[in-house]
């Protein structure tokens, strides 16, 4: 089993500020994705990454893959109280791996 | 419009009565999985198939089954369910890797979760 951890665990911020929260694992993956759950949802895919060092940005979110492929970053710019969730990273390994998913980070934006 | 289907989105039952989970998905998806979502331990994979008549085991199968006889449907089957088993589930689809070996790179889509209660 590839362990992935998120940092922090819990973030309570205000409106405006920006943030960023990591997810680093000892294991190399060949994609990692980041997700946004809702209570009582299913989580939802923001973001894909494949290639090492790859930055790809979704309006205020910026979402980076570590050269090595074996670490992510997902930076907010600006949060407002929409972004309030749970942010998971999830990794693949390939072939017939499924995904292994992080703890996740519990974000708070206060008005 | 492209879902994944679960039901019953709430069950109790109890314990020792066998009970199926539906998953179903709409989107032609190769690769399908269970997942079990409690605090502090996240979401962990129970099985997974690559395609119709392939399963395979995740971090904790221990008494789940899992069927895929069609390409669209996934049922999760707890024979005995017992206690422990009281979770949120999610079952998941995703059309697969851009490459032969990298695994299902498009991400996946959650179905609605079913909250499950062992009494």
């Known amino acids: 089993t590839q362990l992935l951890e998120q940092s922090p665990q819990f973030l309570s911020i205000q409106e405006g500020e920006n943030l960023t929260v990591y997810c680093n694992s000892s294991s190399v993956f060949s994609s990692l994705q980041w997700y946004r759950q809702e209570p009582g949802e299913g989580p939802v895919l923001l973001v894909t990454v494949v290639t090492g060092g790859e930055v790809k940005k979704l309006k205020r979110l910026t979402f980076q893959f570590g050269d090595a492929r074996k670490d992510s970053s997902l930076h907010i710019t600006a949060a407002q109280p929409g972004d309030t969730g749970l942010y998971l990273c999830?990794?693949?390994?390939?072939?017939?791996?499924?995904?292994?998913f992080g703890k996740g980070t519990h974000l708070i934006i206060q008005p | 419009e492209a879902q994944v289907t679960q039901n019953p989105r709430y069950l109790i039952t109890v314990t020792g009565k066998k009970l199926t989970v539906t998953c179903s998905q709409n989107?032609?998806?190769?690769?399908m999985s269970w997942y079990r979502q409690d605090p502090g331990l996240g979401l962990r994979q129970i099985y997974y198939?690559?395609?119709?008549?392939?399963?395979d085991k995740g971090d904790v199968p221990e008494g789940y089954k899992v069927s895929r006889k069609e390409k669209r449907n996934f049922p999760l089957i707890l024979e005995s369910p017992s206690p422990n088993q009281t979770s949120l589930y999610f079952c998941?689809?995703?059309?697969?890797?851009?490459?032969?070996?990298?695994?299902?790179?498009?991400?996946?889509?959650f179905g609605s979760g079913t909250r499950l209660t062992v009494v």
């Open positions: 198939s690559m395609n119709v008549e392939v399963t």
């Open positions: 999830a990794g693949a390994v390939g072939g017939a791996d499924g995904l292994t």
């Open positions: 998941a689809s995703s059309l697969g890797g851009t490459n032969p070996g990298v695994g299902p790179t498009y991400g996946y889509t």
């Open positions: 989107m032609n998806h190769e690769y």
